[in-house]
Each structure stands twice: as C-alpha cells, then as structure tokens.
C-alpha cells in the first residue's frame, strides 16, 4: 500500500512505479469524490485498479494543485491525472 497525493477534483488517476509486463502503462483508477459537512470536495472512494489504455495521455500533478492524501501506507507520491476527456472518447462518450 502507498500514500498517493492527488490534484483535487481529479476522476482519472495513474499509479506510479504500477508498470509490469502484463501491464506495461501501469494501473489507474477513478476517483469519487463528494462534498463533506462543510461543502470542502473530499474523497468518498475509488474505483478497483485497472490497466491504463495504451492510447491514454498522461498529465504530470499540477505543483499548485491542492492536494489530498489517497491511499495508505508510507511516503506519499504524486498520483499522475489522466485527461478525462479521453477516457470519453476510449468509451465512445
């Protein structure tokens, strides 16, 4: 398990150093997020892990992007965002 910062309101995620034979691009997931008790955009859960599509851009973490903590474990890294307008166009959205 790992501790992945992420830019807030980011659906489409990659998990870095996920890449394997099987999985050459790695793995993503989609992130749920909701608003808490006092309107703040949290993280209400997440999708199970998937392989990234071979077609899909991946866009580096924004420095300036507030950030939230997502998974548990030891030292955070930062979650790389996949556009989701191409996850539409993958699944003919």
Same mark, same amino acid.
């Given at each position: 398990? @790992? *501790?992945?910062?992420?830019?807030?309101?980011?659906?489409? @995620?990659? *998990?870095?150093?996920?890449?394997? /034979?099987? =999985?050459?691009?790695? +793995?993503? /997931?989609? /992130?749920?997020?909701?608003?808490?008790? #006092?309107?703040? +955009?949290? @993280? #209400?859960?997440? $999708?199970?892990?998937? &392989? *990234?599509?071979?077609?899909?851009? +991946?866009?580096?973490? !924004? =420095? $300036?992007? $507030?950030?939230?903590?997502? +998974?548990?474990? =030891?030292?955070? /890294?930062?979650? !790389?965002? @996949?556009? &989701?307008? $191409?996850?539409?166009? !993958? =699944?003919?959205?």
């Amino acid at each position: 398990m @790992i *501790i992945m910062q992420i830019p807030r309101g980011a659906r489409f @995620i990659g *998990i870095p150093g996920t890449e394997s /034979v099987e =999985n050459p691009r790695g +793995l993503m /997931v989609e /992130v749920y997020w909701e608003q808490d008790d #006092s309107g703040s +955009l949290c @993280i #209400s859960g997440h $999708s199970p892990e998937t &392989p *990234i599509p071979p077609n899909i851009q +991946l866009q580096a973490p !924004l =420095n $300036s992007a $507030s950030r939230r903590g997502f +998974l548990a474990g =030891n030292a955070p /890294v930062l979650g !790389l965002v @996949i556009d &989701p307008h $191409s996850m539409q166009t !993958l =699944n003919g959205r």
